[in-house]
């Protein structure tokens, strides 16, 4: 009887609150697809590094967790104070609380369970769409094949319905103390306001509003720390449930003020029916604007990384191979030896890098690359020299220069036209997020080499790999007739391959480094503390092997310089582009998919009680309309007022979240920018984030507003 009272009443809700079941469902499918990945065996094998991938998901979903415990906390909530009365006539016609408890845990879990089983049917292609994703990233063609992971299935089951048990196991200890009253009246609790406190509540809004402000001056204004972002994050909470607060009673002081606006049209039914649901749900609105707030922030950050995606390893990476030596006079012989048996040369250039003693481009960029804000300034935005010289973590200690032979060999191997400079003339090859720095001051400078007094004649921003090999952002191209001018300074090979090598040639390569060095790797760094740890070495011992060796880690980097990129810098002694393309991606998609996966549960969930509150209300509001109906107004006026109702409900928290999220976006994508030297703008990355939010936004209010429409025609 309970379980045929039970299946019945489930069908009932699924039909009623079918925006929530959609929603869940899209939650288990996301939970199912991210896991199954990464606990696939096919990306541990592509990939050393798909640990952090993992961990990645991992604290991903523990956000989730907690937002959909909050949904079902919520919905759960909701839906009994709906059956309120329902429960009460139970409880009348002789049916204990355990009973009714048990009934209503059986409903849900049958809802939860529905849920699930659609969401991991669809998770499955999910899941495949995202495998088939990361074997583009390694160039490798994926086969989509039938079958679930139990890994993945038995992970995301257990957060799925661990979120169902926990909420549910609260509200069972809830039937356990109503009563028959209490279930009566429990659909009305929530429209109890005290009143005669609407005057003073109504300064919360320009309280709120201060503290938004604030929070965007601080974190504009002041140098970024932790406890600036913490007081940031809540100064910004505390004002937007400020703003809700005071917006529900300074819109009940306007209609009881009986404002201008109030008995135009039909405004009045529309402003009683928002300061009613504003009032009964200021927690709520202030919580649904901070997940839409994130859901934003979240699509931005993933525009900004996957735009960076590309151009990291175009700008990075234009070379096949390129091998970098302290040793000038180095001839790399077998690095060569070690590329031709695994894959055939097609072209390759040993040369070498030179430097005058000269640092008048090094301080110019120390001034202009906007990269260092302003770090190495002084008050009257001149150079700090002192400050320069002893944080100076970006350039070589003197300019870098390249012979014109060099570098047109090079412009070969990559497919670029060569250039021709005059006997006394000479060009730049910078960065193109530096060369927007240079102004007319570096144009017109001469480079005195020796004897000679070159005068610039162009400057190229094409793809070179400057984060230290060919140059720290930029590289002083010069005629070949001054190399005797000149002192080499590092020796470089760069190699055009006839085929993709093998994924060994990069570890091949390092390990030649390394082995020819003496240099650890980061294990063998590790490995060696531990062992020096474990043996009771003193401290002076540890300090001194640290302070020789701590140079000489992380894979094999010994450059000097590389360069003013931030956030993600790709440097090496060698580089292999395949090898370095597909870690750059890998890294970049580790950030990329989680942030996307929250955003897109923050934006349903957020959008799925905003759909639910409506639409469960629609046929209390029937009443309401048959007045409208009976005072004379025509279906499609009625319609019309639907319209501006749901559109008013569903903008206010949008908009207000837009206004929150657009100025940290844009500044953030505008820094972004500047750091890594990724293509587009903060305003472009938001208005691509912005584009996605609204059209799920949309479809959101269309099917509620056909739903509503619907409700109240019944």
Known sequence: MLIRLSLRNARRSIRDYLIYLITMSGVAALMFAFDSVVFSKDIARMCEDASIMGAMIGLATIFIILIVSWLIHYMVRFMLEKRSREFGTYLLLGMDQKKIAR???????????????????????????LL???????????????????????VAFVCFFACYLKTLRKSRKLFRNMTISDFMRMEKENERIKAGRDRILQLLFPVGILLLVGAYVVICRLTFSVGILF????????????????????LFCYLERKGAGTYRKQYLFILRQLASKLRTMRFTMGTISLLLCVALL?????MMFAQYQETAVRNVLPFDVLVYNEDADYRFEQERRIIEEDTPIAGELVYQIYHNEDKSMIHYLAVHNAAFGGEYCDQNGQLDLSQFEKNNWAYYDYDTYMLEGDYNELRNLLGLAPITLGQEGYAIQVKPRVAKYLDEEIKDRVVEVGAANLKPEGIYTDDFSQNGHNGADFVIIVPDKVRDELTAYYSLYAAKLVAEPSDALKNKLDQYTNGKTGRMTEDEYLAKLESMIASGASVEEIEAFEQEKQLLVFAGISLKATGSDQIISLAADTLVQKTERQ?????????????????LVFLCIALTILAVQQLSDSGKYRFRFDVLRKLGLSERQIDGVVWRQLLIYYMLPALFAVLLSSGISILAGNKFVVYTGASGSGLYYYGLSLMIFFGVYLLYFLATYVGFVRNIRK
């Open 103 to 129: 009934l209503y845990l059986i409903e849900n879990l049958i809802m939860g369970s529905v849920a699930f089983v659609i969401g991991v049917f669809a998770g499955f292609f999910l899941e495949q769409g």
């Open 132 to 154: 088939v994703l990361f074997y583009q990233l390694f160039s490798k063609e994926y086969q989509i094949h039938v079958g679930i992971s139990p890994v993945g299935l038995g």
């Open 231 to 250: 007081l940031c994050l809540a100064m910004t909470v505390a004002g937007i449930y400020c703003f809700y607060s005071g917006l529900a009673s300074l």
């Open 298 to 302: 979240g699509g931005s950050i993933a």
């Open 583 to 599: 870690a750059t991606m890998f890294a970049v998609a580790s950030i990329i998919f989680p942030i996307v996966y929250i955003g």
